[in-house]
């Protein structure tokens, strides 16, 4: 439910050129709701991230398999440090779970990953990305440095895997109930 915007939907032509060129095709596969949320998280975030993109798309399942509209209090297990933390932008754009609202905290715990727990009144839920999508990600962004080191280059080459992983996988098929 929007509470600023009348639609999500903007003209095509506010969209990237190569954001423009998978819009179609994404709202058709994954719906208009979380290609709104995927934009908004990744304006907030600065960039078209991987780990942003995750967050939005979780966020997006969670609610999706919660009946009701109301916000969740959200435990994430991403930390606070880059990249995995960028997570938590699209988690917090999502769900409306933010840290503003008091309804967004973080683990303690050490090891830092792509997973969070979401609770309603009565309801909990655990999701992760599941093992084989992490070796992915973190496969092509070792090739990444590999090849770009930490150059504009680099950062264009995430924006590129961001927009593939975005268009292409499913938040039904990447996470798994915990």
Avoid at 95 to 117: C, N, P, W, Y
């Amino acid at each position: 439910m929007s509470c600023v915007l009348n639609s999500g939907a903007l003209p095509c032509e506010c969209y990237a050129p190569d954001v423009r060129m998978v819009m179609d095709d994404t709202v058709r596969r994954f719906g208009e709701e979380e290609w709104h949320k995927v934009v908004l998280t990744n304006e907030i975030h600065g960039h078209l991230g991987i780990y942003s993109t995750l967050g939005a798309k979780m966020g997006c399942l969670a609610m999706s398999l919660h009946d009701g509209d109301d916000e969740p209090e959200v435990l994430s297990y991403a930390g606070s440090q880059p990249p995995v933390s960028c997570f938590n932008d699209g988690l917090q754009v999502s769900t409306g779970a933010t840290m503003g609202h008091g309804l967004f905290q973080l683990s303690d715990e050490t090891e830092k990953r792509v997973e969070a727990i979401f609770t309603w009144k009565s309801e909990t839920l655990r999701l992760r990305l599941k093992t084989e999508y992490v070796r992915i990600i973190q496969e092509d962004i070792r090739r990444g440095v590999e090849a770009y080191g930490h150059s504009p280059r680099y950062w264009s080459y995430v924006h590129e895997l961001a927009l593939k992983y975005w268009s292409q996988w499913s938040r039904d098929d990447i996470f798994e109930k915990v």
